[in-house]
Each structure stands twice: as C-alpha cells, then as structure tokens.
C-alpha cells in the first residue's frame, strides 16, 4: 500500500496547470439552488463552479491536476466521503465525458484516491494512503448497485450522517494534448470551451474563433510567423 507524509501548505501553486478545490460538483446538474446567489443588478452568479469547467480548461490547453480536497490556503482538508460516494464519483465522471464534444475525453483523464490521515503529532504534516476499493472493510456500507448521477441527489450521500465516512484527497489528471493529432476544442456539457490562463477558466467563444478563421489574414497580417502558427494552431476545428 502506498503511503507518504506530505508537508502542508503544499508547495503546489494554483496556476495554469494545477487548481485545488474543496467540493465534488463535476456539472452543473449537480449545483443545488444554495450554491447560487442573487447580485444587486438582478443577475445570478454561481458560489460554486462546475469542475467541468476545469476539465475542459485543461484539455484545451496543456493538461493539468485538480486536487479536490484542498483548500486556497494550501492545505490538504480532504471530502468527506464514503466507499459508496467514491463509486458515484467515477459514475458521474463518466457521465460528464460523455456529455462532452467533439467526443469522449475519459481516456486522457486519471483519478488517484487518497485517504487524508491526520497526524496528532505533526500539525504540519498529513499521512495520504493510496485507498484500495477492491479490498472490503466490515464497517462499509453494501455497496449501492445504482446510482443516479448528473443530479443534485443520490441514495449514497445518506451515508455522509450514517456510514463510516473519511477524508479523502482525489486527484484528477488530465493529460496534454498528443502534439502529432489535429488540434481539437472540447466543449464541456454546457456547450462551452474554457481554455486555461494563468490560474483561472476563460471561455472561448467558438462562434468569435471560427469568425477569424475566415479573416486570419487579414486580422493578424502583421504577426510574426511563430505567433500566427501558434493561432492558427489554436483555431483548428475537427
């Protein structure tokens, strides 16, 4: 079994490839009415964004790590979860990839479950466990065979009050682009791709992008020869 002691805060940054959050909302579906509010002007602004959002910010650029289960101070907190709310985690990962366009993205994507422990002795420090899902604990809850995903409920999240619950640090993973295939824009479930830029999601709006794909020689004939293949890499659409 793989263990580590791991020093926090992490030296990790949150930059344009790496984001820590403390929630396992991967889409919209997921976010209640609770995690939105109401802006002075009228409109809504969500508390809460979309893990999606990053996913998608990440296969559009240059991969990246999402470590849900730490917080913005840096400090590894953990989800509290159950075996059962790890299970609905994958379902709806895979949920969410199907969902995407131009196509399924799971195969670029890896999550890494880790048990959080914290050390009574060490404030400083925190003992992650690589966690085994086939191995059976007698304290588990049966396992649920189905789950409803891709909404705000599921039977498995009763168990937060009622099982054995831990902390866990989950990892997502999404690798870079392959360099030698045709540049492709992924779209998350609500029809929009996000690029990453320094710490955060930008949308790109695809409409804009095709736009000056038709005047790009016009628009940028004062570009250098490595900034305008840079672009046009950008703006390949398969």
Partial sequence: MYEAIVNIPLQIHEDVHNEFRMHVKLQ????????????????????????????????????????????????I???????????????????MCEKFKPFNPISRIRVSILEVVTLADAASKV?????DLEKE?????????????????????YETNQA????????????????????????NEEGLAYRRRLASNKCVYLDDLRRIVNERNR??????????????????FH
């Fill in 137 to 157: 604990d007698s304290t588990d809850f049966p396992k649920i065979a189905t789950h409803c995903v891709g909404g705000t409920f599921c039977d498995c999240f």
């Fill in 164 to 187: 054995p619950t831990k902390q866990y640090l989950i990892i997502v993973q999404v690798a870079a682009p392959d360099p030698e295939k045709p540049t492709v824009m992924f779209q």
């Fill in 127 to 131: 003992k992650l466990k690589k966690v």
């Fill in 28 to 75: 919209i579906s997921e976010l209640g009415k609770f995690q939105s509010k109401q802006d002075k002007d009228g409109s809504i602004r969500r508390t809460v964004q979309p893990i999606s959002k990053t996913i998608c910010a990440f296969l559009n650029t240059d991969g990246g790590r999402l470590f849900l289960g730490v917080d913005d101070n840096k400090m």
């Fill in 77 to 95: 907190k953990g989800i509290t979860m159950s075996k059962n709310m790890i299970y609905h985690f994958f379902g709806s990962l895979r949920h």
């Fill in 219 to 236: 628009v940028f004939v004062d570009l250098h020869d490595e900034v305008r293949h840079e672009i046009d890499r950008l703006l390949k």
